[in-house]
């Protein structure tokens, strides 16, 4: 079949999953990956591994995207009015997950320190639109919900950039290399050198941004150094990812309007995240699900303890309220979309532990999809926030 008819089916039935998705109060990812699986090598093969291959550059583009857009949830005048406390929240919580998941995979099922340490930092990042939606549909509001929202959107940037930083140090401690003072640096130079060049491509999308004519020209011009910013970066084998957040981080900060840039984007992603999310679906091999059965569970399992340990020092440490220091982690704990972006990047670095790590991080964010919601609403039940808002007006 040609590959663009191909393309049509996989376009129309990601459509279809993500609507129905939506009709259960699931998010169309849900959906999407769905799709993928029933239209992959696991299902009805409509879509071949070498397929998959083919159509690696839109994934490329949609990460590309996704880091561009992580990038500018970090706003410096932000932080600073939110003050320190949320930031050592986060970062206890974020290190608490890691370690904890690190440990367990290296230790406990005594897995590679490559396939460990990736494990750990795609277990930083977590998903809050599941506990959004709840607290706009219970109109919840208290101190436990005004920390919860600048965590989850820090914990997001946060968990970007320990990826990025893993995944290089990953990549010189790869089976067979030897280990050398450049084995070393090598990493260092990818993390700062992807930074740098970030930073460049950022100063140059607040320039040529502000000399767009209008709203065509600029999405033009954004996409275009979002795909320039990936390419360079590879090209000198920098970080794309880091590249691409620092681009974000840059624009945001220096730019008065950047919301007419991320608005205009917004317009352009929707067809590249449908298909990035189910070719996502499709690189899942069920195959491996039952030998991975133990492996995933633990994973989940030293994940939750991570964040809810991590959470409670962090909250405990700063003195914040006890419904944040009890109920903060379990909020915490859904996976998204930016997890499985992060799972396909170790697919394109480290081929041969990319199947597990694939299918543990996807069968999680479906997982955490269904019961995200029922999640969020029980952490904010029991944090006594519900209706908070509405209490207050009355």
Not at 188 to 205: N, Y
Not at 304 to 332: D, F, M, T, Y
Not at 344 to 351: A, D, F, G, M, T
Request: aromatic share 8%; net charge positive.
């Amino acid at each position: 079949m040609d590959m663009l008819l191909k393309l049509a089916i996989v376009v129309l039935v990601g459509c279809i999953a993500g609507r129905i998705a939506k009709t259960f109060k699931w998010s169309n990812i849900f959906g999407f990956v769905i799709a993928g699986i029933i239209l992959g090598p696991s299902g009805v093969k409509l879509l071949s591994n070498q397929d998959l291959t083919a159509m690696s550059i839109i994934v490329e583009m949609a990460v590309a995207i996704l880091a561009f857009k992580v990038g500018s949830e970090f706003v410096v005048r932000d932080m600073k009015k939110l003050g320190s406390s949320f930031v050592i929240i986060t970062v206890a919580e974020v290190i608490g997950a890691m370690l904890i998941v690190f440990l367990a995979m290296y230790f406990l099922f005594t897995q590679t320190f490559v396939f460990s340490l990736m494990m750990a930092s795609i277990a930083a990042a977590t998903a809050p639109s599941a506990t959004i939606m709840v607290m706009r549909q219970y109109r919840a509001d208290g101190p436990f919900t005004r920390t919860l929202l600048p965590v989850t959107a820090l914990d997001g940037v946060l968990g970007v950039v320990v990826f990025g930083i893993a995944i290089s140090i990953a990549r010189g401690f790869v089976p067979g290399a030897e280990l050398s003072i450049w084995q070393v640096a090598k990493p260092l130079l990818e993390i700062l050198g992807g930074m740098a060049l970030g930073a460049v491509f950022g100063l140059a999308l607040t320039f040529l941004g502000q000399k767009a004519g209008d709203s065509d020209e600029l999405l033009v011009i954004t996409v275009a150094l979002i795909i320039a910013s990936t390419g360079v970066a590879k090209a000198l084998s920098l970080s794309p990812l880091l590249a691409n957040i620092m681009m974000g981080v840059v624009l945001v900060n220096l730019t008065q309007n950047s919301n007419r840039v991320f608005f205009g984007l917004s317009q352009f992603t929707p067809p590249i995240y449908l298909l990035f999310f189910t070719l996502a679906g499709a690189s899942l091999e069920l195959g491996v699900l039952l030998q991975l059965g133990v492996l995933g569970l633990g994973y989940v399992l030293a994940r939750a303890l991570g964040k809810i340990v991590g959470a409670w020092v962090g909250s405990r440490s700063v003195k914040a309220e006890p419904a944040v220091q009890r109920h903060l982690g379990v909020a915490l704990l859904p996976q998204g979309g930016l997890s499985i972006a992060l799972a396909i990047l170790v697919k394109q670095h480290l081929p041969d532990i990319s199947v597990a790590v694939i299918a543990i991080i996807v069968v999680t964010v479906l997982l955490y999809e269904v019961a995200g919601p029922f999640i969020a609403k029980t952490a904010i039940q029991k944090a006594g926030e519900i209706r908070g808002m509405g209490s207050a007006i009355r």
